[in-house]
């Protein structure tokens, strides 16, 4: 027992020297700490501006307080607070490479970080699910919309499992272990250095929710391929209809013509009958047909059908294109983070530099720039409200026109 409490020790010391190691390397030069803080102020207001004109837009926006898009509202409210609180509080960290606020602050602003970012991830899995019903069960879901009870729960249910994941463990860990071995000058969780936590909980955030993100948009992209495809199949079909329905009028015409004209050769007087019959017969025919699918809007109506097939297909790629997207830009924020994670913890720092982690941590908070410009702006009601919100002289000259 006291030899492996002598390498557990032992173990611990290590860890706190590496980590004043990796430190060390963050002092700056004076160019280079203005860079580095320009480049975070920026990405401050950006995050803190994109999310705060989503909540602002639809505070004013009665339209908006759609069930669906409730969802955006919270992940909105999670990227607003990485830019507002967490980002914030971390600047003087890393440009200091020392932790001066205390270490309640570095308790409350380590859940606060850890939560916020979960939350991001799984309201961009609820959003993506709500993508999900809106094609896969589309009657059912237009009539859940006006039922916000159902969305409410669902948020909650959102920030209640993203505290879950880390909170506890980030609160109580030091008081199961029996005391803390984060050194008094830094600010990282307790479990920073074990690397079976991090991999069952980078399970339940970032592997699971990245799975179910790209089974939901793959299976909307193919439910509207396939409709577009079956409908593109009905049009053709209703084509070969068309051209047999002139073919079987025409073949009509000219055997009535054929009748008239046996009827002509018989007597003089059924010769005027028939004539007056058969010219009252093929006008009556001739005019009901071009009554019914005129050459010209036949012409119509088939540059018409392949107008609308064109913007179909435009559509669909377009709808592919924003579905990749959403799953690339996931992927590209998130996995390199979770895989450094891991990869550092299990082999206690020494095989992945501090400056690639810091960089994919970075990467997790750029998301949070990235979200209300790939999610709300992406449609066109919340398009129409950040115009109004931006523009409201144009709005205004708008409307005295019309």
Not at 8 to 20: G, K, L, P, Q, V
Not at 115 to 137: H, M, Q
Not at 325 to 342: E, G
Request: some cysteine; proline content about 3%.
């Amino acid at each position: 027992m006291g030899e492996y409490q002598l390498d557990a020790n032992e173990s611990w010391n290590y860890i706190n020297n590496d980590s004043t190691k990796m430190w060390s390397d963050s002092r700056f030069t004076s160019s280079v700490t203005t860079m580095l803080l320009l480049i975070m102020i920026t990405l401050v207001v950006v995050i803190v501006l994109g999310n705060a004109l989503v909540i602002f837009a639809f505070k004013v926006d009665k339209s908006l307080r759609r069930t669906s898009n409730y969802y955006f509202l919270n992940l909105a409210i999670s990227d607003f607070l990485v830019g507002a609180f967490c980002i914030p509080v971390y600047i003087p960290y890393i440009l200091t490479g020392k932790w001066m606020l205390g270490r309640g602050l570095c308790k409350l602003w380590l859940v606060m970080d850890y939560l916020l970012c979960t939350a991001s991830v799984f309201n961009i899995v609820l959003i993506s699910y709500d993508r999900f019903l809106s094609v896969t069960k589309a009657v059912s879901y237009r009539a859940r919309q006006g039922m916000t009870h159902g969305a409410v729960m669902k948020m909650v249910a959102v920030w209640l499992l993203a505290f879950v994941l880390y909170g506890p463990a980030i609160i109580f860990w030091e008081l199961v272990v029996g005391k803390s071995h984060v050194p008094e000058d830094q600010c990282y969780a307790e479990f920073y250095y074990t690397w079976y936590f991090l991999l069952g909980a980078s399970m339940f955030e970032f592997f699971s929710p990245f799975i179910s993100v790209t089974f939901f948009n793959l299976s909307i992209y193919l439910n509207i391929r396939r409709r577009w495809l079956r409908n593109r199949k009905d049009q053709a079909h209703l084509e070969q209809a068309q051209d047999s329905d002139g073919q079987r009028c025409s073949l009509g015409k000219r055997r009535s013509i054929r009748l008239t004209s046996i009827f002509c050769r018989n007597s003089m007087v059924v010769k005027k009958l028939a004539s007056d019959g058969s010219v009252r017969e093929r006008g009556s025919v001739s005019g009901s047909f071009q009554s019914q699918t005129p050459p010209h809007m036949e012409l119509q109506d088939n540059s018409f059908n392949r107008s609308s097939q064109r913007s179909r297909l435009s559509r669909d790629k377009k709808i592919a294109k924003s579905l990749a997207v959403i799953v690339c830009v996931f992927a590209v924020c998130w996995a390199p983070y979770t895989l450094l994670m891991i990869i550092r913890a299990a082999c206690r720092g020494l095989c992945v530099q501090h400056h690639w982690y810091e960089i994919t941590f970075w990467l997790l908070w750029l998301n949070s720039a990235i979200n209300p410009f790939l999610y709300p702006l992406c449609h066109s009601s919340f398009r129409r409200a950040f115009g109004r919100i931006l523009c409201p002289g144009q709005r205004s000259t708008q409307l005295a026109r019309d």
